[in-house]
């Protein structure tokens, strides 16, 4: 497809444009979905980096649950509840780039 495009005289820009990147949205895609859930759950580096209280992240504010004599493990279920919903919403939105980018290059034998 790529020398095709360069023989009709498509130039570099046209046929990444034209060619690659429709072909490699899915993968696109998934990688998306996998990077918003990584940096979503991220613990160690805010652990290390966010001292004020106000620019806490969520898996930071998870902790702040469990107690020293007591665990609060409904709060604790309620708040992992509410902070998995936006990865639920958003792998529902982008089901078909995910599942498609999984499958790319994928052989039936």
Partial sequence: MFEVAGIDGAGPWRI???????????????????????CWNDLLYPLMLITRED??????????????????YSMIFTAI??????????????????IAGLTQGAVKG
């Fill in 55 to 72: 620019k806490k992240t969520l898996p930071l504010t998870l902790i702040d649950f469990r107690g020293e004599y007591l665990t609060e």
């Fill in 81 to 98: 509840l509410v902070a998995s919903l936006p990865m639920v919403i958003m792998y529902i939105a982008f089901q078909r780039s995910f």
């Fill in 16 to 38: 990444y444009r034209s060619i690659a990147l429709p072909l490699s949205r899915p993968a696109i895609g998934a990688t998306g979905i996998f990077l918003f859930v990584i």
